[in-house]
């Protein structure tokens, strides 16, 4: 994903006068170039998260439309009172692509986590969350939402879906299966897992990569059995108000595959950490099996 959004910024900034890149001393290599040739416009602004919002913020409400790229932690929680004041309160379009998501960098240590990245800017009114699960929903959802005048966060992964790889739109969750005896709700990065699972078992899948706005109708219409397992790649519970919220008064059963809601000391590969946690095909499988049989 982080190729294909470098990609795109190579695009972007000789074609468009009024797109302004920032990377706060990561990815520069891919866009040594245009980082050459449009100096004025495309920069390195170093360590310096907090400082490059209100200076995006500033930018936006001059008509330019700012990318911000930077490590996920650092761009949220270091920042946070800039994304509240700066950016939501003045109601300004600006795009924050965040590497690093949840436990992508196991080697780097808990500083480098952020699994409540998602939880802590949907309590922001106004601010839009993104995350793809492959390269190519990645620009799709980029396309169609970087010039919506809103303040967008795109969650982008090292480790994408590699089998599943459905086309998807801004704001809609993607129908992938129907089924009579459950709904699985599939965030990300984990629908390869979801659907290893579930590809032959009587079951709805819905795929979301628009975590806010959340798409409220596709789930109530597809949620007849009101069971409901959520497999998503941040802390526990990061939709579970949402799900509430779309389907008020109906008798619910509600299952989750997540993170645990834990400071994460522990040591290991991306792969050993997710095992560890739970955020596997086996989880997943016991989960809804447990479900079903209810």
Avoid at 101 to 111: C, F, L
Wanted: some cysteine.
């Amino acid at each position: 994903m982080r190729k294909a959004f470098l990609k795109r910024i190579n695009e972007i900034i000789p074609n468009e006068p009024d797109t302004v890149f920032m990377t706060v001393d990561i990815g520069m290599w891919a866009i040594r170039e245009t980082l050459r040739d449009y100096p004025q416009r495309c920069m390195n602004v170093g360590i310096f998260e907090d400082a490059m919002m209100t200076i995006a913020a500033g930018m936006a409400s001059r008509g330019l439309v700012p990318i911000i790229f930077g490590i996920q932690p650092y761009l949220i929680e270091r920042t946070l009172e800039q994304i509240k004041m700066d950016l939501a309160y003045q109601k300004q379009g600006i795009n924050v692509i965040g590497t690093g998501a949840a436990v992508d960098y196991p080697k780097y240590g808990y500083s480098h986590y952020c699994a409540e990245d998602a939880a802590i800017i949907k309590q922001i009114p106004g601010v839009e969350f993104v995350a793809p699960g492959t390269p190519k929903q990645f620009q799709q959802l980029f396309n169609e939402s970087y010039r919506n005048g809103h303040t967008t966060f795109f969650r982008i992964s090292d480790h994408p879906n590699m089998l599943y790889d459905p086309d998807v739109k801004f704001g809609k969750a993607t129908v992938i299966q129907t089924g009579t005896k459950a709904t699985v709700i599939a965030v990300s990065v984990m629908l390869d897992a979801v659907m290893g699972v579930c590809k032959d078992k009587d079951v709805t899948v819905l795929y979301y990569t628009t975590l806010e706005p959340f798409d409220k109708a596709v789930l109530q219409e597809n949620c007849k059995s009101g069971k409901i397992l959520i497999v998503e790649p941040e802390y526990r519970g990061t939709l579970l108000d949402d799900i509430h919220a779309a389907l008020p008064g109906k008798q619910l059963i509600i299952d989750q595959v997540s993170f645990p809601k834990e400071i994460f000391r522990n040591y290991g590969t991306y792969e050993e950490k997710m095992n560890y946690y739970g955020l596997n095909s086996k989880n997943i499988s016991d989960k809804l099996e447990e479900m079903l049989d209810q």
